[in-house]
């Protein structure tokens, strides 16, 4: 047996988190300074940021009356913080592109954006339009598909044989959705299964879920256009176009190169590009109907993915709750398994907001001290051997 060459350096077992502050929304500005039953300017900007630390402060004067005019501050620490005024290249090349090189090496990767609605997940991870955005403003998904293909181009000049399929798929009201299907009223059910290809037998995937293969950037970009489109969207207070369900696009890279036994090396990655549908206060987002059932059901799902991170931060555990919602049980190699992890919170830097950026900022750094992964490279340690039939060396 020839064992596959180890990794140049060894990847890190935590997830690296991020946080992005986004600008503050056109629609908060038109505000007026003050409001009805408050004390202070619902769209004052209370963040600030120094180096990999974002501090916060708490918009609301204390209780009794302080000699302290300072406003009372917390400060969080994470892997990096991406300011205001970052470029979407710049949270790109800090956040992202290391973590899809080691994938292109053969390590699972995942990058997934969470906070409150109308925070920029969505902006961050696709920019304003999946097709039609200015070069400074395209989005991680674009730009991994960039990088992705031109890393592939390269991979074919030293190994004969890869391919890189795409899917794509939504959980909404907890019910999973192909998003790519080519029968987009098909009722296919699908189920989270073991998938018998992985290098562990432990990782996960959907069965019945649409693959396709992807050549080209365009190709790639064909069928995430095709798939955003069928998503669930709706409008609310806070957003025009707030996303309903959480989506999760998976790009696989399988390898196959020949060694020098005769036998070949089978090497497999799987990269998850996962946006967050935002938790939701039904009274900031006007929600009513339909729309707060939805809501409720983020909240839930988003609930389920706390219960798993405190679980897993805990170190005393002996259970870890992943299946009590699809998106944790799809997130399980992501979470405390065989995945390299980035996660980018994005707040709000408004007085209105702060209780729920100071939720995102602790549950990032709960992700960021307790939870570990063991991330492996992704190779068939049993090399098969191709017995080649005279036919096939006659060339016939």
């Not at 598909?145 to 074919?156: P, R, S």
């Not at 069965?207 to 064909?222: K, P």
């Not at 259970?319 to 995945?339: A, F």
């Not at 995102?360 to 570990?372: E, I, M, N, S």
């Amino acid at each position: 047996m020839v064992r596959p060459p180890p990794p140049s350096s060894p990847p890190s077992s935590g997830v690296s988190v991020f946080v992005r502050v986004r600008n503050i929304p056109t629609y908060e500005k038109s505000l007026t300074a003050g409001f009805s039953g408050g004390d202070y300017d619902p769209v004052a900007n209370v963040v600030r940021v120094d180096g990999n630390t974002v501090f916060i402060a708490d918009p609301q004067p204390p209780a009794a009356p302080s000699a302290d005019p300072v406003p009372r501050e917390s400060d969080f620490s994470f892997d990096g913080v991406l300011a205001e005024k970052m470029t979407q290249e710049a949270v790109y090349d800090k956040a992202v592109r290391p973590l899809i090189e080691r994938c292109l090496d053969g390590y699972n990767g995942t990058v997934f954006c969470y906070g409150q609605t109308a925070s920029g997940k969505t902006f961050t991870m696709q920019g304003p339009s999946l097709r039609d955005s200015k070069p400074d403003e395209v989005g991680i998904v674009q730009r991994v598909a960039k990088q992705i293909i031109d890393g592939l181009k390269e991979l074919g000049k030293r190994v004969p044989g890869f391919t890189a399929t795409l899917s794509y798929l939504e959980i909404y009201n907890e019910k999973l959705s192909d998003l790519i299907s080519a029968d987009s009223k098909a009722k296919k059910e699908l189920k989270i299964s073991i998938d018998p290809d992985s290098a562990n037998l432990k990782d996960h995937y959907v069965s019945g879920l649409t693959e396709m293969v992807v050549s080209e950037v365009d190709d790639y970009l064909d069928v995430i256009v095709m798939g955003a489109e069928r998503r669930k969207v709706g409008a609310t207070d806070m957003n025009a176009v707030s996303s309903r369900s959480h989506s999760v696009l998976t790009i696989t890279i399988d390898q196959r190169s020949p060694i020098s036994d005769g036998g070949i090396a089978k090497k497999r990655s799987k990269i998850n590009l996962v946006d967050l549908a935002g938790s939701e206060r039904a009274d900031s987002t006007g929600a009513t109907g339909e729309r707060l059932k939805e809501g409720a059901a983020i909240n839930q799902s988003l609930s389920c993915l706390g219960n798993v991170v405190n679980a897993l931060s805990s170190g005393k555990a002996t259970h870890i709750p992943y299946r009590d919602s699809k998106l944790t049980y799809l997130l399980q190699d992501s979470l405390g398994g065989n995945s390299l992890t980035v996660m980018i919170a994005c707040v709000t830097p408004t007085a209105k907001n702060y209780q729920e950026s100071m939720s995102t900022l602790r549950f990032a750094t709960r992700v960021k001290k307790g939870v570990k992964n063991v991330a492996s490279l992704n190779v068939d340690a049993n090399v098969l051997r191709w017995v080649l039939s005279p036919l096939y060396l006659a060339g016939t």
